[in-house]
Nanobody, 121 residues
Framework: QVRLVESGGGLVQAGGSLRPSCAASGTIFNINAMGWYRQAPGEQRELVAI???????NYADFVKGRFTISRDNAKNTVYLQMNGLKPEDTAVYYC???????????????WGQGTQVTVSS
């Protein structure tokens, strides 16, 4: 089994910063990519940012210039530096990892439990 655990969310005023992290553990041969998604109540889950094992990046337009995703491959951990937070950023932020569990096997996607981010006006 593969487990993803997010931490570092919280309550912050508009314009503030947070830096949640996500650590993967379990039977892992390789993590091809890790990313962050978010979901507000009554809304669909949406992409925030993705980083591959090679360092390629993909950001949603609404966070570009404010958020920075980074990864420590040795620790199987991904971070999301969030600056200039806005009330509309309020959501549960979920970590995702595309994992190869053994050599030659097909990749599978895993999700964390989510961490709440609340931005007050």
């Amino acid at each position: 089994q593969v487990r993803l655990v997010e931490s570092g969310g919280g309550l912050v005023q508009a314009g503030g910063s947070l830096r949640p992290s996500c650590a993967a553990s379990g039977t892992i041969f390789n993590i091809n990519a890790m990313g962050w998604y978010r979901q507000a109540p009554g809304e669909q889950r949406e992409l925030v940012a993705i980083i591959t094992s090679g360092g390629r990046l993909n950001y949603a337009d609404f966070v570009k210039g404010r958020f920075t995703i980074s990864r420590d491959n040795a620790k199987n951990t991904v971070y999301l530096q969030m600056n200039g937070l806005k009330p509309e950023d309020t959501a549960v932020y979920y970590c995702n990892a595309r994992v190869v569990r053994s050599a030659g096997s097909r990749h599978s996607d895993y999700w964390g439990q989510g961490t709440q981010v609340t931005v007050s006006s």
